[in-house]
């Protein structure tokens, strides 16, 4: 992954607004930008020439759309970030919607008395967060950091004691939301029987509540790589599941014997989507066998961080600025599972 500090020092020049999709590819006139073309529909081409949406090379992100909708829903595999990807960055009221961490670190709000939990949590935050977006430093430099960032909070939450049915409520009570359309984006997903991996750096046992809470059930056909409790007979955590999953190791790294089986039998689908909202996010379709960039389409939620633009231009075929709705990769997605071979 390319460190922060060596991206361009200039703004990176924003195409992709309305007619640029079509003049770029048409006026590029070569062969494949053509038949892309034809082969996007209105509604999906529509969609990408928003405003807000962002794309550095549109010739390369339809490409990579026809070339999924010629595979179809059989083919294709969705890889998603949870915390302000499947979930808002802010609500409807435009305060900022909580991670899942939120839920240990407000507890008290919940009425849950988890000691001095939340002012710990908050106090980790205060210290690592401006390391995780520090300009200066390389991601190589920041992993330490955010390892002993992760193990502390950690270990603090193990030390509360929280209990599964504590954590239940404190998750039916919290400030986590779905994006607007992400339910029916996931049973669509479902019922279209593509698989979705929800690869996440926070703690997968509040988006399995979580999700269960919100959709009646957690989707069939999500595979969860996450940070994961362990219990103690009375119910209680006692510790984490290895392998410590944070920010910037979200890729092959984290795939254990388990993820490997999955994988494996990921191998026919040669078609990703991922979607991210960090620059963290972008190698997650790391594990995906046999597996080339030019194979998975990205797909970036920037929320109110503007200055990033650039880079994450850079990394991702698609931006979608400040929209705390899933329409755009709906659309894509539905244009793809409209094919059954
Ligand atoms: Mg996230």
Request: charged content about 25%.
């Amino acid at each position: 992954m390319a460190p922060y500090r060596t991206a361009p020092a200039t703004q990176v020049a924003i195409p992709s607004t309305s007619k640029s999709i079509e003049e770029q590819t048409r006026n590029g006139t070569t062969a494949t930008a053509a038949a892309a073309l034809a082969e996007v529909p209105e509604d999906v081409l529509a969609a990408l020439q928003q405003e807000h949406i962002k794309i550095k090379n549109p010739e390369r992100a339809l490409s990579k759309i026809a070339k999924m909708i010629a595979g179809g829903a059989d083919e294709l595999l969705v890889i998603s970030d949870f915390d302000h990807t499947m979930s808002r960055a802010y609500c409807e009221a435009g305060e900022r919607c909580w991670a899942t961490f939120g839920v240990f670190e407000h507890a008290e709000r919940s009425g849950c008395k988890l000691g001095d939990l939340g002012a710990k949590l908050k106090k980790l935050l205060a210290h690592y967060l401006p390391i995780e977006f520090d300009g200066n430093m390389t991601i190589e430099e920041k992993i330490p950091h955010m390892e002993e960032w992760w193990r502390l909070s950690h270990e603090a939450i193990v030390e509360s004691g929280v209990e599964r049915a504590v954590l239940e409520q404190l998750v039916l009570h919290s400030n986590i939301r779905l994006r607007d359309n992400a339910a029916s984006l996931l049973a669509h997903l479902e019922s279209a029987g593509v698989p979705l991996v929800m690869f996440s750096a926070g703690v997968g046992d509040v988006i399995s509540i979580f999700l269960a809470q919100r959709l009646g059930a957690v989707p069939s056909n999500m595979h969860l790589i996450s940070n994961m409790m362990t219990y103690d007979d009375k119910n209680a955590v006692c510790g984490f599941r290895d392998p410590l999953i944070h920010t910037f190791n979200k890729n092959g790294t984290v795939i254990s014997k388990a993820e490997e089986h999955f994988y494996e039998q990921m191998r026919a689908r040669d078609n990703v989507i991922l979607m991210g909202d960090s620059m963290g996010d972008l190698h997650m379709d790391v594990g995906v066998e046999n597996h080339s960039e030019a194979d998975t389409l990205k797909i970036a939620f920037l929320n109110k961080k503007d200055h990033l633009l650039p880079y994450y231009l850079d990394g991702y075929d698609i931006v979608i600025v400040d929209d705390q709705s899933m329409d755009v990769s709906r659309k894509i997605m539905d244009a793809i599972t409209a094919v059954r071979k």
